[in-house]
């Protein structure tokens, strides 16, 4: 998908953070907006920010863990717009701390989000997708979508979950023109710890080995990912190199993970 402008994009997540980049750099490139998020206070801020400088917004607040409310709210869009272009599956949470200690709630919620509401928002669209013979979805997932990273199973789970849709979707829908991208950043500048019951901590190591990004980088990559129709991009460089080299040797990267204490948590 070359020309972005006049598309109609679909951002979850989008009041803050990854999501608020994603619709920003979206709106510059000249698509409409449809912003989905729980909370409508985040919404509005972001899609104050799409009209100062002259963008095209609307927002849907909608706790997308109700996967029929998600539908619904995706079925409203395409009857307001008359269609959907482009949908980024953005919105995401979840704990970090042993299985035994995680509550039956933390369990169970990052399977429903992002990984149920990512599903249900891709099945939803893609009819509209396939009819047209255009579209665009992109899935956010993370370095533990790679990974089997302890003290984090439902997290990893779940982004594992992403990255095994997010691929098998471009088999699927890549020869009917529609394209599929998989997002893989490393730590981002979000609050996303602040606001989760979530501390790298549990990998202090691992966690200084990668370069803080910017949510505004996450955004460029988006565009980016669409516009080139990239199955997939996992960055920065450093992690693509490690992701790579654990597809290939898989039991030496882990080996070396837990010989060199990176796997060791500091709890």
């Not at 949908?87 to 701390?97: D, E, H, I, M």
């Not at 047209?132 to 779940?158: D, E, Q, W």
């Not at 991208?181 to 190591?205: I, Q």
Request: glycine share 8%.
């Amino acid at each position: 998908m070359k020309v972005l402008k006049n598309k109609i994009a679909v951002v979850t997540g989008a009041s803050q953070g990854i999501g608020r980049a994603i619709s920003i750099s979206l709106s510059k490139e000249g698509c409409t907006l449809a912003l989905i998020a729980r909370g409508k206070e985040g919404l509005d801020k972001v899609a104050n920010e799409i009209l100062a400088f002259g963008g095209k917004v609307e927002v849907f607040p909608c706790d997308v863990s109700d996967f029929k409310k998600v539908a619904e709210i995706l079925k409203n869009i395409e009857t307001q717009f008359g269609q959907i272009d482009i949908l980024v599956n953005n919105a995401g949470l979840g704990t970090f701390k042993p299985l035994d200690i995680t509550s039956f709630e933390e369990t169970i919620q990052p399977v429903m989000l992002p990984f149920g509401s990512a599903m249900v928002a891709c099945q939803t669209v893609i009819k509209g997708m396939i009819n047209r013979k255009s579209g665009h979805i992109v899935n956010l997932t993370s370095p533990a979508g790679y990974f089997p990273l302890p003290n984090m199973v439902p997290y990893t789970a779940a982004r594992y979950a992403i990255v095994g849709m997010s691929l098998a979707l471009y088999e699927e829908l890549h020869d009917k023109g529609i394209g599929v991208s998989l997002l893989c950043p490393g730590h981002v500048n979000t609050g996303y710890f602040e606001r989760n019951d979530a501390s790298m901590d549990w990998y202090p190591k691992i966690a200084k080995m990668f370069p803080t990004i910017e949510p505004e980088v996450v955004g460029a990559k988006a565009v980016y990912a669409i516009k080139n129709d990239k199955r997939e991009v996992i960055f920065p460089t450093i992690l693509w190199f490690i992701v790579r080299y654990f597809q290939t040797f898989p039991a030496s990267s882990l080996w070396f993970l837990k010989f060199t204490g990176l796997f060791k948590s500091s709890k």
